[in-house]
């Protein structure tokens, strides 16, 4: 059908059609929309629609024409909460009662455990007694893994909060992120860098040794972002890992992409399922 029609717009809409219409002999994989996963586009019916009319117009029209056209597909993009907005407090206010949604709807599904990513919770939890409550009384329904941060005799950390039955564990980062959460310098240029670059933020402070929760009698290993590509995190060959990241600093970049990758390869190499959660890339189970 596609390569007898000469109009564009009757192909995008055969090809949108397959996609979204029962197959009548029970094959689920006409997902056209595969295309653009590993993209920055997202894959939602009205952003593959969106697309697929930007394309059958593009093909109508003049090339002068096309730029404008083109420019559509900006509104197909998948966004996030930009990351200098993500700690202002009506946004932090927005982010908390969205993750509590996430949490609740979980419950209702069944699920033993709900992870959430890293710094999902912008703010340092061990402060906030309220929201601790909050999350404490789901956890006799759910056990909750996630991040934010924890200020502890005026040390920062960046950290994995864990729920359990009422319970409440932290699991602070041990491999930080050079140049990112701490500078790799000699004291003076560290502090230089720090004023010059980072308004005067000290260094995070890391754990000695990683963390293992206990959720149903099954241990877990926690891994926050830059640690799950990180030999160290996997030495004893954990045999499951609880990775949570925040990729919105990396966007647009190769970065979700290789660090995906270096999660397969430590994951293979030690015999680890790595249950890995990122706001920007979308999750995934590594074994």
Not at 278 to 286: A, K, L
């Amino acid at each position: 059908v596609l390569a007898l029609s000469s109009m564009p717009w009757l192909r995008a809409v055969f090809l949108f059609g397959l996609t979204y219409l029962a197959d009548p002999f029970g094959f689920d994989w006409m997902r056209a929309p595969l295309l653009f996963v590993e993209s920055y586009f997202g894959t939602q019916w009205w952003q593959f629609a969106l697309i697929l009319f930007v394309l059958s117009i593009v093909a109508s029209l003049k090339e002068k024409e096309r730029f404008a056209a083109v420019l559509l597909l900006l509104l197909a993009l998948n966004y996030d909460t930009p990351q200098e907005l993500k700690w202002r407090p009506r946004m932090v206010e927005i982010a908390t009662e969205s993750n509590l949604l996430e949490i609740d709807r979980a419950i209702e599904e069944g699920y033993d455990l709900v992870l959430l990513p890293e710094s999902t919770f912008a703010l340092y939890l061990n402060l906030d007694e309220e929201l601790i409550k909050r999350l404490k009384r789901r956890s006799y329904r759910i056990a909750i893994v996630t991040g934010a941060l924890l200020e502890e005799n005026g040390l920062n950390y960046n950290v994995s909060y864990f729920f359990h039955e009422g319970e409440m564990q932290i699991a602070k980062k041990m491999v930080l992120v050079p140049f990112g959460e701490y500078i790799p310098l000699p004291e003076f240029a560290r502090a230089f860098i720090n004023d010059l670059f980072f308004n005067g933020a000290s260094d995070y402070s890391s754990a000695e040794a990683p963390t293992d929760f206990r959720i149903k009698g099954v241990t877990f290993r926690n891994a926050i972002c830059y640690e799950a590509t990180s030999e160290a995190l996997y030495e004893g060959s954990p045999k499951y890992m609880l990775a949570i990241s925040n990729n919105g600093w990396f966007v647009p970049s190769i970065e979700p992409t290789l660090q995906e990758l270096l999660i397969r390869y430590y994951a293979r190499n030690y015999g680890t399922v790595v249950y890995h959660t990122t706001n920007r890339s979308g999750s995934s189970i590594v074994e």
